[in-house]
């Protein structure tokens, strides 16, 4: 058993990587940085991923404000847009040196990846196995593989890819999907038996480029927090420092949740 707060992750990613992007037609200004995010809202766990904004390798001033955490994982592959060093696994040298140099960092995520067929071609499961036994062997302790796998993949052939990892983490791109992840959360968890899963929480709908309605928000936390009571759910990545702060009503209901729910113990599924 463990809190549920225990089991909050942040999606960290740079200050107005999400306002470069017209089509999320986002307000405001954001300023926040992901370690801002974590202590905003009182999570100890962050997914650091790379975005057209940054961060760029050496990843060593990123990592350093991160040491306070108790779990970091790095992004293998960052957002969709960014290509560098495709043909060497991306950053997955560089996750490994961070891992050597800092305790926390657990692992390192796949995102973007599954909707490109460019980046499936290139990322083979066989491919994707070398890169998980470097991954557990080459920071001299074992890091996990992750991956992000979208709503929107759901119709792919996937599996042989989600095979691979040690963690799916499942995200709704648009909010009117949000209604149906009753459905589909289950068919996601029994295809995948023995994986530990995350869900990602959007707090703005991108998918649409507008906001959350109240109640879609209120439905995905609930959601969320029944399968986590049913152990069948680990946690939950909130997304992210780039949108905390600027005004979002769904902002303040992930710190309702998180103060009515947080300190609940969770039953969790053990690593593999």
Same mark, same amino acid.
């Given at each position: ?81 960014? #290509?560098?060093?495709? /043909? !060497?696994?991306?950053? *997955? =040298? $560089? ?76 995200? #709704?791109?648009?909010? /009117? !999907?949000?209604?149906? *992840? =009753? $459905? ?80 609940? /113990? ?7």
């Amino acid at each position: 058993m463990s809190r549920l707060i225990d089991n909050i992750w942040l999606w960290g990613q740079d200050p107005g990587s999400h306002h470069v992007n017209p089509a999320y037609n986002l307000p405001g200004e954001n300023r926040m940085t992901a370690i801002e995010g974590c202590d905003f809202f009182g999570i100890k766990n962050c997914c650091r991923v790379a975005m057209s904004k940054g961060p760029f390798p050496p990843f060593d001033n990123e990592s350093i404000p991160l040491d306070k955490l108790d779990n970091v994982v790095w992004s293998v592959v960052g957002a969709g847009g960014i #290509t560098r060093n495709e /043909e !060497n696994f991306g950053d *997955l =040298d $560089e996750v490994i040196r961070q891992a050597a140099s800092h305790k926390n960092v657990c692992g390192g995520i796949m995102d973007d990846f599954l909707l490109s067929e460019r980046r499936r071609a290139l990322y083979t499961p066989d491919k994707l196995r070398e890169a998980k036994e470097k991954l557990r062997t080459a920071a001299g302790r074992p890091l996990e593989f992750w991956t992000v796998y979208y709503d929107r993949e759901l119709q792919l052939d996937v599996q042989a890819y989600l095979e691979v990892f040690d963690v799916i983490t499942y995200w #709704t791109w648009y909010g /009117e !999907n949000l209604r149906t *992840l =009753d $459905e589909t959360l289950p068919k996601v968890f029994a295809a995948n038996p023995d994986k530990r899963f995350y869900c990602g929480c959007y707090l703005w709908d991108y998918g649409n480029g507008k906001p959350l309605t109240r109640e879609q928000m209120q439905h995905q936390l609930d959601v969320y927090y029944k399968y986590m009571k049913s152990g069948q759910l680990t946690g939950i990545i909130i997304c992210s420092n780039c949108i905390a702060d600027v005004g979002l009503e769904s902002v303040e209901q992930m710190q309702e949740f998180l103060k009515l729910h947080g300190n609940e /113990e969770m039953p969790v599924k053990v690593e593999n």
